[in-house]
C-alpha cells in the first residue's frame, strides 16, 4: 500500500518500473492511498504529484520482492 498526505484535490500519478499503474486524487482532507501489486525482483516506485497540471514534486524509492 502506497499512501500519503498532501493537499486536497492533487493528482497524484504513481509507476512502477517507468510504468503508469495507477492514478487518482487526494480526498478532501489530502490523503490518497493506493494497493500496488509488486513484480519479483526490484520493483522502483516513483510517485508525482500535480495541481492543475503542474507537476509539483516526485517521490522515488526501490522494493526488493524476492518472494511470490
Known amino acids: 500500500v502506497i ?7 492533487w493528482e497524484v500519478d504513481v ?3 517507468g510504468g503508469l499503474i ?3 486524487k ?6 490518497y ?6 513484480t519479483y525482483g526490484s520493483n ?3 510517485i508525482s504529484l500535480f495541481f492543475q497540471s503542474v ?4 517521490s522515488s524509492f ?3 520482492c524476492r518472494s511470490a
Open 44 to 46: 522502483v516506485i516513483k
Open 62 to 64: 526501490k522494493i526488493a
Open 33 to 38: 492511498n493506493f494497493k500496488i501489486p509488486l
Open 26 to 31: 487526494s480526498d478532501n482532507f489530502g490523503r
Open 15 to 17: 509507476f512502477r518500473n
Open 55 to 58: 507537476k509539483f514534486c516526485f
Open 3 to 9: 499512501d500519503g498526505n498532501i493537499r486536497p484535490n
Open 22 to 24: 495507477d492514478f487518482g
